[in-house]
């Protein structure tokens, strides 16, 4: 049993967070594939860019001093659908040790109630086609599975 996702801080990154981010987000099957976390440049300067755009929040989840999940929400103002204002939460991870105990709901409904609070209109969200707990998980969450995703590497 996972300890409580109540005793969790959540704030925003900062730049000494980014080891332990890129931690989470290689500690699953896809991201082992994806990420490289000994190589930490890229990521800095991801970081360095994110934390510079203002519709841009990258928020981890703290305990004892250790990063146990992250997320990025970012604002996307628009024109389709009358004007509406969008946000996409992507790279949620919560680590193995903390998943089951609420922490990943807490996170998306910080997400949610931020994207509320910047005035967004519509929080959208992909997963990988092979995360079938994670799509249960956004549906409990009152997300809807409405959309097809395409990705096209370049």
């Known amino acids: 049993m996972s300890p409580s996702a109540e005793a969790v801080t959540l704030r925003p990154a900062r730049a000494e967070d980014v080891e332990g981010i ?87 409904t910080w997400a949610v109630e931020e994207s509320r609070r910047l005035g967004v209109d519509l929080v959208q969200l992909t997963s990988d086609r092979s995360r079938t707990d994670a799509h249960r998980f956004y549906e409990r969450l009152g997300f809807v599975p409405s959309h097809v995703g395409f990705k096209r590497a370049l």
């Open 22 to 108: 890129v931690a989470l987000l290689a500690d699953d099957v896809l991201g082992a594939q994806r990420e490289t976390p000994d190589d930490l440049a890229p990521y800095r300067e991801a970081f360095a860019r994110l934390e510079t755009d203002p519709n841009q929040t990258l928020l981890v989840a703290e305990r004892d001093g250790r990063l146990v999940g992250c997320l990025q929400l970012t604002v996307i103002p628009g024109l389709a659908r009358r004007g509406t204002t969008r946000s996409i939460i992507e790279a949620v991870r919560v680590s193995s040790d903390e998943r089951g105990g609420g922490l990943g709901s807490r996170m998306i």
